[in-house]
């Protein structure tokens, strides 16, 4: 199962802050969340590791996608 | 040039004497007000005294847009000799207060001396007065607040310092409005030094401006982008604490004084939390995203939150009750204590409670223990005595190595960023111009989202850019960042505005050479205060570069000292500053500080 994990705002967009979904064949991020996010304040880490909405998931992975705020 | 009144109303209180006096045009150029203005004051006039002593002056200092009908322009700079780091220190503040000194027409007002009795300054447009505050010393700041509000009415603008500034403990500072706060490395102690008790305003007048209509139409048009962003209604409903999650998912949440980022309780305290606890919000004047969230704390009474307090006073000090975090939040509000310096003293003595370097100790999340070392800091007593002057000084008394996790840089406590896998933060942190702030360059989010190991030139002119941008032209405009940085309003809009006020031009290359000039005479006014100057002052406390995170996904990752120092070293080339952070003489003279650098080579 890949993991979803969405922060503040995003996880309005999304409508949910968590989901899991089994990827049966690897595919771009945004073919997977169906939603449009605003893609240049937002961050998205795979695994840990900056990704991008056209990165490829694989079923396994860890996706997190928040938005690029500004601490104060 | 409109835009400010071009003047400095000055106040000694040796002597009682009220002087005004016109600011240049050429200094209205090259500093344009604010942080700007409070730097060259401090430069010119305060030299090698104690920042405690009547040599001291403090600096209460507006912007051209402050008090103007703009986005979150109700803001004034309050800055010192700062007895906390022996440097440049100041806070911003928003306040009725800033507004009401545009109205009586002074951009800036500078109290020097010291006066023999607790006093207060009332200022009505072109009276201004010294009166006694006998009966409001020992008062709390809320108290304080209401008594001046039931002698002078509800519409003035009120500072207000409260007994820990009266006693002079390192880390007080000033509070307006009941609970916003400024002045964090020790502002409100320089008042009670002078025995200042309060800054009391009125201004009935009108603030210059060079085309009224235009700036109206354009404020009227700010506001609406602001409330029409994505991003507004979250904002409103979580403010700055929508940062907790945040910080928690990404190792940077400040928890158990530092050593980790991550809190395994940070669903009691989060933003979310914050949402179901919150029974009001409050702001500054002229803002129309009000970030004050106030929560009913756990002893029933109000206490207004942010991302910053929380942080500081819940993971960093093991607290996991958020009522009981707005208990501590409302002490220190009360008392005028700084929440992150308290949260960062308070994190250190349970530290050393821990590894049994002093006798009564403080456990974690203990919060009547924490409730009686607030009040004996104020008093100075008990483990109060210990920390009262902030966390290196603690450091120096507890020793046992215990300097390595003073979590301070030039001894200014951190605020609530960990940054065990942050290193542009870290050297955000390094070179802010007061200590460990992260106002200047909040530099996370972009080092998550290029490639947050690295130390590459690339991240170094981000710091760099960010402390041009917050630092420089926010801190002098003077306004809010966070409807730019939090919700992403237009940054072209502000050029726009300063066009608007002053009827001049601003192009980007002056706004960020306004920002290198400051920081360029902030950075002097730190070497000429502070004669064994060295690039260690620029790095931050050990136990980022020594110790790992243990938890959370980042466990294992620490700092890399000689990449700092390699990341240290590229921001000096930028800057212009040599290898130990000093301004070259060519890099001084090109920003028009040319003796600036006559008085450094003296001090050589």
Redesign the interface.
């Known amino acids: 199962m890949t993991e979803l994990k969405f922060l503040g705002y995003l996880a309005e967009i999304y409508g949910r802050k968590r989901a899991e979904i089994f990827v049966e064949n690897p595919r771009k991020l945004r073919d997977i969340l169906e939603v449009e996010f605003p893609e240049d304040r937002s961050i998205v880490l795979i695994n840990q590791r900056v990704g991008n909405f056209d990165s490829i998931i694989r079923d396994g992975d860890k996706v997190i996608i928040m938005p690029m705020i500004s601490g104060g | 040039m409109k835009g400010d009144a071009g003047k400095i109303v000055r106040v000694n209180l040796s002597d009682g004497k009220v002087s005004k006096e016109e600011i240049s045009e050429e200094v209205r150029k090259k500093f344009l007000g604010g942080r700007g203005f409070a730097a060259k004051i401090l430069w010119d006039e305060v030299s090698s005294v104690d920042p405690l002593s009547d040599g001291n002056k403090i600096i209460f200092s507006t912007g051209p847009l402050t008090g103007l009908p703009l986005p979150s322009s109700g803001k004034m700079v309050i800055a010192s000799k700062s007895p906390l780091t022996g440097g440049y220190g100041d806070g911003n503040i928003g306040s009725m207060a800033a507004v009401h000194l545009r109205r009586a027409g002074y951009d800036v007002l500078i109290v020097e001396g010291r006066s023999e009795r607790p006093c207060y300054i009332a200022i009505q447009d072109e009276e201004v007065k010294i009166l006694d505050a006998r009966d409001l010393w020992g008062r709390t700041t809320f108290e304080a607040q209401d008594n001046l509000e039931a002698k002078h009415g509800r519409n003035v603008g009120i500072l207000v310092i409260g007994p820990a500034g009266e006693n002079m403990v390192g880390f007080a500072n000033v509070i307006s409005q009941r609970g916003r706060a400024a002045g964090r490395p020790g502002m409100g102690a320089v008042m009670g030094s002078k025995n200042l008790k309060a800054i009391v305003v009125k201004g009935t007048g009108k603030i210059p401006v060079f085309d009224e209509e235009e700036l109206r139409e354009m404020g009227k048009e700010g506001y609406r982008e602001i409330k029409g962003k994505?991003?507004y209604?979250?904002w409103i409903r979580q403010g700055?604490m929508?940062?907790f999650?945040?910080c928690n998912?990404?190792s940077c949440l400040p928890t158990n004084n530092f050593r980790e980022g991550t809190f395994r309780f940070s669903k009691r305290l989060d933003g979310y939390a914050l949402e179901k606890a919150k029974v009001d919000r409050k702001g500054c004047p002229l803002c129309n995203m009000q970030c004050g969230n106030i929560i009913n704390d756990a002893e029933n009474k109000n206490s207004e939150l942010?991302?910053?307090n929380v942080g500081m006073l819940g993971p960093n000090i093991g607290m996991d009750d958020l009522r009981k975090v707005g208990v501590l939040n409302r002490m220190a509000d009360e008392l005028g204590l700084d929440t992150i310096s308290l949260g960062s003293c308070l994190g250190f003595l349970m530290e050393a409670s821990e590894k049994g370097l002093i006798d009564a100790g403080i456990a974690w999340g203990d919060l009547d223990g924490c409730k009686e070392v607030i009040e004996h800091t104020v008093k100075k007593k008990g483990l109060g005595e210990i920390i009262f002057e902030g966390v290196r000084r603690a450091s120096e008394r507890v020793a046992s190595g215990s300097e390595d996790w003073a979590m301070h840089v030039k001894g200014l406590e951190i605020s609530a960023?960990d940054c065990h896998a942050c290193p542009g933060m870290a050297l955000s942190y390094g070179t802010s111009p007061i200590g460990a702030h992260?106002?200047d360059a909040?530099v996370?989010?972009?080092e998550?989202?290029?490639?947050?190991f690295s130390h590459s030139k690339e991240k170094v002119e981000k710091v760099v850019e960010l402390q041009r941008l917050r630092g420089g032209l926010f801190e002098s405009m003077t306004t809010c960042r966070?409807p730019w940085?939090?919700v992403?309003f237009g940054l072209h809009w502000y050029p726009k505005y300063l066009q608007a006020v002053r009827g001049q031009e601003i192009s980007q290359e002056e706004i960020f050479k306004l920002g290198d000039r400051i920081y360029a005479l902030i950075r002097s006014y730190w070497i000429r205060e502070n004669r064994s100057w060295s690039r260690e002052m620029d790095y931050p406390p050990s136990r980022w570069f020594e110790e790992a995170l243990s938890q959370g996904?980042?466990r294992g990752y620490k700092l890399d000292r000689a990449r700092y120092d390699e990341m240290l070293s590229m921001y000096y080339e930028i800057r212009g500053w040599d290898e130990n952070g000093i301004p070259q003489k060519e890099t001084l003279e090109g920003l028009g500080l040319g003796d600036v650098e006559l008085v450094l080579g003296k001090n050589d």
């Open positions: 994505e991003n209604d979250f700055t929508l940062v999650e945040w998912e990404n942010d991302y910053e960023y992260h106002k909040w996370i989010s972009w998550i989202s290029t490639d947050r966070l940085v939090e992403d996904d980042l």
